[in-house]
């Protein structure tokens, strides 16, 4: 079992930023990939930022050059440095990973970008 607990979420204005945070506990080896996911209201979640195993990441078009991912092994976390947002960016972020073909993820914290 994995448990993945976010922080980080919060106010802010357009042009700021943010870190997010994705606490990792329970049996972390064997985790393959490790993700950032986005949920709007009204909207489908949909994957903003990814990080394999192997140090690959992927990033969704719109949050480009704008956002990094990156892991923490000694803390056991997975991070979400977001800059320059936007207010189309409020949505709750969740994190996710998939361990020996589970699907894990946390509970999300939420984002607010106002203009």
């Known amino acids: 079992q994995v448990q993945l607990v976010e922080s980080g979420g919060g106010l802010v204005q357009a042009g700021g930023s943010l870190r997010l945070s994705c606490a990792v506990s329970g049996t972390i080896s064997g985790i393959n990939t490790m993700a950032w996911y986005r949920q709007a209201p009204g909207s489908e979640r949909e994957l903003v930022a990814a990080?394999?195993?192997?140090?690959?990441?992927k990033y969704a078009d719109f949050v480009k050059h704008r956002f990094t991912i990156s892991r923490d092994n000694a803390k056991n976390t997975v991070s979400l440095q977001m800059n320059s947002l936007k207010p189309e960016d409020t949505a709750v972020y969740y994190c996710?990973?998939?361990?020996?073909?589970?699907?894990?993820w946390g509970k999300g914290t939420l984002v607010t970008v106002s203009s």
């Open positions: 996710y990973v998939d361990r020996l073909a589970r699907d894990y």
């Open positions: 990080l394999s195993s192997g140090g690959g990441t």
